[in-house]
């Protein structure tokens, strides 16, 4: 079997430093080396077909060129873009990532941070979730005090403690409310999560403030549901019964949303032309269902927390902030005017 090369072959035939070759290799920008010498070490590297062992260098750093990526659900398009922008800010910058997923658990959550801390990842970025969320201070202090750097994307609730990267919930729920009162509602329902994460939690009071900026009641009776999940059915009467029911839904997931409006019209209770309907998050299956919605820009969030890691191992000791994402409605056909019962 051939022997591997090693940089002290890449060094002897390039006739530079073996300190050359890692400055060089590492794309350093401490360091001033000539073009001509770069292009030597390249050369010579490619000539014995080297590899560096990045796992070793980070050993003796005492961290590696990797990043930990917690989340709880990689089959949902809107972490899956998330983890899209994460990878392509990451790579740039030379760095690869390591994904662990929690299970929606937090004692999952415990050991896999662990185990991410093991591997002596140089940061973590923790997409939240409502199962998790309230054990995030825990480990994230461990982590810090570790100095590993921690991002938190879809919460804000450690904002000053660590970077976070999220939607402008506020505006985006603002957004939904003032489209359907420009299409004549004044009896919106509120179908929502809970306020375990921030962002559940600001879409709401964006829904309030829109609502009272624009002179309209806020209806708790017309306020639905106390969490994200689409296994566990709330009580959609309010929408449908009564003298006072409601016109308009605006929900905080395309996925509360389209699950409203398939059992309503499952069930036969409920036409899906009468009653219309503003989700969040933009996710594939919305044009499907010509669900007006508001767009995250979930990418653009996943390579502005790789921006923020990568600025924080660089050695940025800012304070740390909340980036918000501009949201946009995306307007289709289940943003009608009002319609009879």
Known sequence: MRKRASSIDVARLAEVSQATVSYVLSNRTDKVISEVT????LAAA??????????????????????????????????SKILTGMESGFA???????????????EQERLQVRMLMEHRVAGIVAVSDEATVRDLPMWVEKALRLDV???????????????????????????????LVSQGHERIAFLGGSDRTTTSRDRRIGYEQALRRHGLEVDSSLMIGNHYRTDVDPDLSPLILGPNRATAVFGVSDGLVGQAMMRLESEGIYRRDILAYVGYGNL???????????????????RRAASRMIARIAGNKSNPTTDRVKPELVIRRSSFPPKEF
């Open 38 to 41: 770069r292009s030597k070490v």
């Open 46 to 79: 490619e000539k014995l077909s080297y590899m560096p062992n990045r796992l070793a260098d980070g050993i003796l750093r005492g961290k590696t060129l990797t990043i930990g990526v917690l989340m709880s659900d990689f089959s949902n398009s809107f972490n």
């Open 92 to 106: 740039e910058a030379g760095y690869s990532i390591l994904i662990a997923h929690n299970r929606n658990d937090p």
């Open 149 to 179: 750097d921690v991002c938190v994307v879809d919460d804000s609730s450690l904002d000053g403690m660590v970077d976070t990267v999220v939607s402008d919930d506020l505006e985006g729920a603002s957004l939904a409310v003032d489209h």
């Open 284 to 302: 594939e299956f919305s044009r499907y269902l010509w669900l007006s919605t508001i767009e995250q820009y979930p990418i653009e969030m996943g």
